[in-house]
């Protein structure tokens, strides 16, 4: 079988309509969130991924219109000290969702099958033995009842050079840039043969994973939103709003007794408060 490209013959999408489509599918998230509340299930989704592919932008735009005390993003830190020395799956184990939530993974336990295995900070036997745990794990938690999809952005590395610019010349962007991602920069072929032994050992009938060309993050993000949808029941019926009757009362005005506000915001003026400053004390 050949290479096959993740490159796409389409257009980059227009903002407009990226927005409007985008739009219709945050409410089909709202009936499934909806869904899931009501039933108790869980739901786990992993996001993976080249560096700057999108999958921080792809959770948001699933989160940005749901309840953030059932939809959670999980982007943990490098192991501490301590979590190094336990079971690797350990840690991601306390995040794992509950009944009725949604729990989004901006990365995973597959950070050692990536970066991790890549860059040199696990041997080649935690690699391994990673691989071979790994679809033992994941049918632990598909035979406990959690929905458990896994996605993988993928994106050309002219694309990819392209958001490290990006990143480089943003002052807004640029805490997205770590040491890690330019020494990346010269392993875009090594995360290729990374990626695809993963799939080899952890693409499995109870745990299968989905790529999706994020080169286009635009249409990147639709495609994966769409096909989440698609493999969750969404129920046609809106939930129903609790009646909010006209109180019969007159209303109040805010009052203030100890601490007043602050002057509203006003243009031009760069002080305008009278609260403590704790560095002066």
């Known amino acids: 079988m050949g290479d096959k490209s993740a490159g796409s013959d389409h257009e980059k999408m227009h903002h407009g309509a990226y927005r409007e489509a985008l739009e219709t599918m945050q409410?089909?998230?709202?009936r499934l969130a909806g869904w899931a509340a009501r039933t108790g299930a869980r739901i786990l989704v992993l996001f993976e991924g080249r560096d700057t592919a999108g999958k921080t932008g792809a959770i948001h735009a699933i989160s940005e219109k749901l309840n953030p005390r059932q939809v959670r993003t999980v982007a943990l830190d490098a192991p501490s000290p301590r979590e190094t020395g336990q079971w690797y799956f350990q840690r991601y184990v306390a995040h794992l969702p509950a009944g009725?939530?949604?729990?989004?993974?901006?990365?995973?336990w597959y950070n050692r099958a990536g970066i991790e295995a890549v860059m040199g900070f696990a041997t080649p036997h935690q690699v391994h033995a990673f691989l071979g745990q790994a679809p033992a794990f994941e049918r632990l938690l598909v035979d406990d009842g959690i929905l458990l999809f896994k996605y993988w952005l993928c994106c050309d590395q002219a694309e990819q050079?392209?958001?490290?610019?990006?990143?480089?010349?943003?002052?807004?962007?640029?805490?997205k840039l770590s040491k890690i991602d330019l020494a990346a920069r010269d392993h875009y072929?090594?995360?290729t043969r990374a990626?695809?032994?993963?799939l080899a050992a952890t693409h499995t009938a109870h745990a299968p994973w989905t790529l999706v060309d994020f080169t286009d993050q635009h249409r990147g993000r639709l495609t994966l939103i769409n096909d989440l949808i698609s493999?969750?029941?969404?129920d046609g019926a809106e939930p129903q709003?609790?009646?909010?009757?006209?109180?019969?009362?007159?209303?109040?005005?805010?009052?203030?007794?100890?601490?007043?506000?602050?002057?509203?915001?006003?243009?031009?003026?760069?002080?305008?408060?009278?609260?403590?400053?704790?560095?002066?004390?």
């Open 27 to 30: 409410e089909d998230l709202a």
């Open 161 to 175: 050079e392209r958001r490290f610019a990006e990143r480089h010349d943003d002052p807004f962007k640029r805490w």
């Open 231 to 234: 493999r969750l029941p969404i």
């Open 100 to 108: 009725g939530e949604i729990a989004l993974f901006d990365r995973s």
């Open 189 to 191: 072929a090594d995360y």
């Open 241 to 281: 709003p609790p009646a909010l009757p006209a109180l019969r009362r007159a209303l109040h005005h805010e009052r203030y007794g100890v601490v007043t506000p602050l002057p509203p915001f006003a243009p031009g003026k760069a002080d305008q408060g009278d609260s403590p400053n704790p560095l002066d004390t």
């Open 195 to 198: 990626r695809e032994t993963m």
